[in-house]
């Protein structure tokens, strides 16, 4: 695994840690005020504290999208793809604001974990450009984990993550940030996600499509031997 997803990964457990189990034990432990506050309070408090960490990842994340979003500007009749260019734009759109004002880093870090379904999506790319036959094995195998990394990563998360920010609406932290960042964070996120599904949908009819042609390809052969 690249190095830059093992932080991305790391950062990411790093933080639920944090925020789940560190913060609310110490707090309890040396603040005798942290009991008495509601839900909503502990919430903010545990939240908050130095984001560098999220937003190194954020300006590695920022400077790979605007790079890929020149590459595709300078060569769209080979790379050129509106979806992608949607997805830049809408993250790039968000990210500005967790490297300006340090806003929203936890959901913003959550959103860069889709990422780790990239290197088999890229890895597919190599296998069609090498005219690996979609039934060799290794071909297969990544069709197969780029799918369930996919999902996992990408679609499966969507619950929990608009749960999550639900929770936020009509409190202070939330009218706090403003109605840019509001509109940047729920925004970015809804063209992500319909993005994903779109892309999740395309992903499973391929997979599919590979797994049948595997399978035929061994029932050929079968009957070959036979």
């Not at 769209?76 to 340090?102: E, I, N």
């Not at 499966?156 to 639900?166: D, E, F, K, T, W």
């Not at 840019?180 to 993005?195: E, K, N, R, T, Y």
């Amino acid at each position: 695994m690249d190095v830059s997803y093992m932080i991305v990964v790391g950062s990411f457990f790093v933080f639920q840690v944090l925020f789940h189990v560190v913060t609310p034990r110490l707090s309890t432990l040396l603040s005798w005020g942290y009991k008495n506050l509601s839900q909503e309070q502990k919430t903010e408090w545990d939240s908050r504290g130095d984001p560098t960490l999220v937003k190194v990842n954020i300006a590695i994340a920022s400077g790979y999208l605007m790079n890929d979003l020149l590459l595709l500007l300078r060569h769209w009749k080979t790379l050129g793809d509106w979806f992608f260019v949607s997805h830049h734009l809408a993250a790039l759109y968000a990210y500005q604001y967790v490297l300006a004002r340090g806003l929203l880093p936890y959901f913003a870090n959550f959103r860069l974990i889709a990422e780790l379904s990239t290197p088999f999506v890229n890895q597919r790319w190599f296998f069609e450009v090498l005219q690996f036959p979609r039934s060799t094995r290794l071909v297969v195998l990544n069709g197969v984990a780029m799918s369930v990394s996919f999902f996992l990563v990408r679609i499966a998360v969507i619950p929990s993550y608009y749960l999550q920010m639900a929770f936020t609406f009509g409190t202070a932290a939330f009218h706090r940030l403003g109605l840019g960042p509001q509109c940047a964070w729920i925004i970015s996120s809804v063209a992500l996600d319909i993005l994903n599904t779109i892309w999740m949908y395309k992903i499973a009819r391929g997979c599919w499509k590979i797994l049948f042609t595997s399978q035929k390809h061994r029932k050929a052969e079968l009957s070959k031997s036979l």
